[in-house]
């Protein structure tokens, strides 16, 4: 009768073992996946930052450029009413 205890504990005993085992497993691949989405997730932003990046300094140099106009063209006209008065 102890034997047949014994057994009995030890196979529940051991379902367990692989059940956990599995979920560990499971746990293990899912850790993973998740890590490898963060990975891809954060490439992805750094990208999106260098790209925004870029287009604020082409923003930025048309805007020097047409300042730039704005103000000659501001000088050019004080100039012509300065000559002309």
């Known amino acids: 009768m ?3 205890v014994c057994c009995i504990i030890r ?4 379902e367990r073992t692989e059940k956990t085992a599995k979920r560990l497993e499971l ?3 899912r850790y993973a996946a998740l ?6 997730e954060v ?3 750094k990208t999106d ?3 925004l990046r870029s287009k604020l300094k082409d923003v930025e140099k048309q805007l020097y450029k047409v300042s730039n106009i704005v ?3 501001l000088l050019l006209g004080l100039d012509c009413t300065t000559l002309f008065s």
């Open 49 to 51: 930052v260098k790209n």
């Open 35 to 40: 890590e490898k989405r963060r990975g891809a």
């Open 71 to 73: 103000i000659l063209k």
């Open 27 to 29: 746990m293990t691949l």
């Open 2 to 4: 102890l034997r047949f």
């Open 43 to 45: 490439e992805g932003f």
């Open 11 to 14: 196979e529940i005993f051991k």
